[in-house]
């Protein structure tokens, strides 16, 4: 898994960007899967690259409709669990 933070062009209620979280994963058919966890948006791209720009277009698109009230950045760890084959 990949996590980057991008700085979508987002503007909120009072109208400035803020930063935003990219989970990036590896799909099964190739390239990658990008969601965004504050906004629930999740799209896809053959790069990281493309999955990025696209996460950033579908990000603003849905904020043009629900503006994101900011509440604080996300605490963003990982955790193991058993596997069992």
Same mark, same amino acid.
């Given at each position: 898994?990949?996590? &980057?933070?991008?700085?979508?062009?987002?503007?909120?209620?009072?109208?400035?960007?803020?930063?935003?979280?990219? &989970?990036?994963?590896?799909?099964?058919?190739?390239?990658?899967?990008?969601?965004?966890?504050?906004?629930? +948006? +999740?799209?896809q791209g053959d790069s990281v690259e493309e999955a990025l720009a696209?996460?950033?277009?579908?990000?603003?698109?849905?904020?043009?409709?629900?503006?994101?009230?900011?509440s604080g950045q996300p605490l963003i760890t990982t955790f193991q669990?058993?596997?069992?084959?």
């Open positions: 898994m990949r996590r &980057v933070a991008v700085e979508c062009d987002c503007r909120t209620q009072e109208g400035f960007a803020v930063l935003l979280t990219a &989970v990036l994963l590896p799909a099964p058919e190739g390239g990658f899967t990008a969601m965004n966890p504050e906004t629930g +948006t +999740t799209t696209n996460l950033r277009e579908a990000t603003e698109l849905y904020l043009e409709e629900f503006p994101l009230a900011v669990v058993e596997a069992r084959a």
